[in-house]
């Protein structure tokens, strides 16, 4: 191992987890497409027994995550659903999770429609407010499901603060880092104890694979996903490892230019007058600027921005050339989207409205072309609202 304690952000990218393969000498570790791993006599093997339990692409991959979050191991999972689901595969029956109210979608779908059946409870409060989550929390309690920032609407919670007072009445804390990655914000060192991600998204960046991980720190909680990983199955394969193991080595390069690029189409919108209001961390009047500016290492490329009606949406959808229409986010190309429609149609209206996801709010993933391209994208598109 090259790494030296301290290593930096980026060389942690390039070389957490990256041993030359042993056999050839390879620098970058194969695709380990093997379903099984032959024993040399019986109860004799190199570690490796069958490949939903050990492949050595996942565990590269894991070993790679697990450092740029700062935590002690990971488990890649075959999406970022199938990552939540193994967190919540540790509560029982009759216990309660309190979860951000803004949380994706398909978070919210899998917590109301398939572990509510399981007895598993789950109340949506507003976690940057601390007094609402510290009301919410009952004696079932056991988990705190954190996003931040918020699909689509860009709230931030405080991390720390949240997992001083989970911290404090025995509670775990689970942070969906998705929309930050680790190069912008690391919840572990800031108190968290699990970090979910769909590496779908940033740390693959290239569009062109569907995972999940979960980060962990507590003896429990890596004994725990170890087994569920190979006990129910949902692992990730080795060619999507590897795309994401392609994808990490950029990851610091890569969130540069997203938060360029999405600090600068923010800054663009709030001078619009067809732009009614501009959700993005890095505005000085995001509520939560100043906690964004001391928890982030930079704002991001996500953003999102309401025209007022679905009408004026529309239009704008249908009118982007550059942009592609199109769910997902955290490629390297720009993506524009409707989460009312898309992303968070499985969220009933009455709570997509309390939330503010209006029929005219539009998301942007900002990739990492030119900017001037994006702008004048976004000018040809607004005019034909
Ligand atoms: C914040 C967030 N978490 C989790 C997920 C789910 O990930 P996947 O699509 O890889 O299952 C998504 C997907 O869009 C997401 O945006």
Redesign the pocket.
């Known amino acids: 191992m090259k790494l030296k304690p301290g290593a930096r952000f980026s060389t942690i990218c390039i070389h957490a987890g990256q041993e030359p393969d042993p056999s050839t000498g390879a620098i970058i570790t194969p695709i380990f497409q093997t379903s099984t791993y032959v024993q040399t006599a019986l109860g004799e093997h190199k570690g490796y027994e069958y490949a939903r339990t050990q492949n050595p692409t996942r565990a590269a991959l894991e070993a790679n995550i697990a450092a740029m979050e700062g935590g002690r191991a990971g488990f890649a999972f075959a999406?970022?659903?199938?990552?939540?689901n193994a967190i919540t595969s540790q509560l029982a029956s009759g216990d309660h999770v309190v979860v951000t109210d803004n949380?994706?979608g398909?978070?919210y779908r899998l917590f109301e429609h398939v572990l509510r059946r399981v007895s598993l409870d789950f109340s949506y409060v507003d976690t940057s407010n601390l007094d609402a989550v510290a009301a919410a929390i009952r004696p079932a309690t056991r988990l705190l499901f954190l996003?931040t920032p918020t699909?689509p609407v860009m709230g931030i919670s405080d991390i720390a603060a949240v997992s001083a007072l989970a911290r404090d009445r025995g509670i775990r804390v689970a942070v969906?880092n998705?929309?930050a990655s680790p190069c912008l914000q690391q919840p572990i060192a800031l108190g968290a104890d699990l970090v979910?991600?769909?590496?779908?998204?940033y740390l693959n960046g290239h569009s062109d694979s569907?995972?999940?991980i979960v980060v962990a720190r507590r003896d429990e909680d890596l004994e725990w996903l170890r087994f569920v990983q190979n006990a129910a199955g949902g692992i990730l394969g080795p060619f999507d490892a590897w795309l994401v193991l392609r994808g990490t080595k950029t990851l610091a390069v890569r969130m540069a230019e997203h938060n360029r690029n999405g600090q600068a189409i923010a800054a663009y919108l709030t001078t619009h007058s067809k732009v009614r209001r501009v959700y993005y961390p890095g505005l000085p009047d995001h509520p939560q600027h100043a906690l964004a500016a001391r928890q982030m290492r930079g704002f991001g490329g996500m953003l999102a921005f309401d025209l007022g009606s679905l009408d004026a949406a529309r239009a704008l959808l249908n009118g982007v050339r550059l942009m592609s229409l199109a769910?997902?986010?955290g490629g390297v190309e720009t993506l524009i989207s409707h989460p009312a429609t898309m992303?968070h149609a499985s969220v009933p209206p009455e709570r997509r409205a309390a939330i503010g996801i209006t029929d005219g709010l539009v998301r942007i993933s900002a990739g990492i072309e030119d900017i001037a391209d994006l702008l004048d994208d976004l000018e040809q598109a607004l005019a034909r609202v």
Not at 196 to 201: D, R
């Open positions: 999406s970022g659903m199938a990552a939540i949380t994706y398909g978070t996003e699909n969906d998705t929309f979910v991600h769909s590496t779908t998204k569907v995972g999940g769910e997902s986010l992303t």
